[in-house]
């Protein structure tokens, strides 16, 4: 039986066909895995540059060791924060408000200090003790921040003219620099590193030890520093939790433990502090952004 050239050529196609659906189906799927993937990493990323950028920041010369870092402050478009504290219990009357102002890269500009167990927790800045006023250096490596005082009351209460006292100096080093130099040329600091490239030790301008800094194998973090008071050495130890975050401090020069407490979107609203034996302090934190404006 002589087969039909017109039905051979119709399978021919249809063949021909179906091979050039397949090639193009399998090209779309192809590119809907790329897009996929691509999309997969740019999450991933932005997640991963969250996450660096924690509320708080070790800093051994700061009280409690810890301080709001700076990224954070910038990334989240903080303009000011309004700290709480309660002496009396966490649902005690409040005693001071604090209201904290924040320059574009997350550095402290300007602090107003409120009076002591105000009419509202929530005062405006002209019921206050005393204005801070921070100037801002970036220098090579680091950020030199230093403060006046404008105190408007003392002791007797409020004060016919305000007084400006000046404070400290705080050097940031932002880039894992190993020696700061003062305006003459001088070595102020000396800064030492782990192979993994973060600090483990700080001496002063007189090539003394100002602290040092243990990493632990349990995810705690041991910073030793020198009592001029008591002349010795005494540690403290840093507790993160599963997320990196700052979460314990407790300083054993002066049985000092403190917590720290996150909300659902990772910000720190409180802070608890007592000394061994003693009844809690609480600070809670109350956020400003531009966004809320």
Known sequence: MRKNPLLFLYVTVSENQK???KRRFKSIIF??????AAACSTTKFSTTKLDDAKPLKLDPRNYHNVRFNPEWIA???IE???KREYLDGKNGKVHLVSILEYDKNGYLKTKYGGLSYPKSESPTKEDI???SEYKIISLDSFIVHSSNIIRYHNENGKMDQPD???MGTHIYNLKSAKVYLNENGEVYRKYFYDESDRLIKELDKNGEESFSIKYLENGKIEIVEFSRWKGEKFSSIITKDKFGRIVKNFDESNNLTNEFYYDKKGN???DKHWFEGKE???HTYEYISNDSR
């Open 19 to 21: 091979q050039k659906m």
């Open 31 to 36: 590119l809907l895995i790329l897009i996929i």
């Open 75 to 77: 990334e989240n478009n």
């Open 80 to 82: 000011s924060i309004i």
């Open 129 to 131: 003790f005393s204005r």
């Open 164 to 166: 400006t006292l000046k």
């Open 268 to 270: 720190m609203v409180e």
């Open 280 to 282: 809690p302090n609480y």
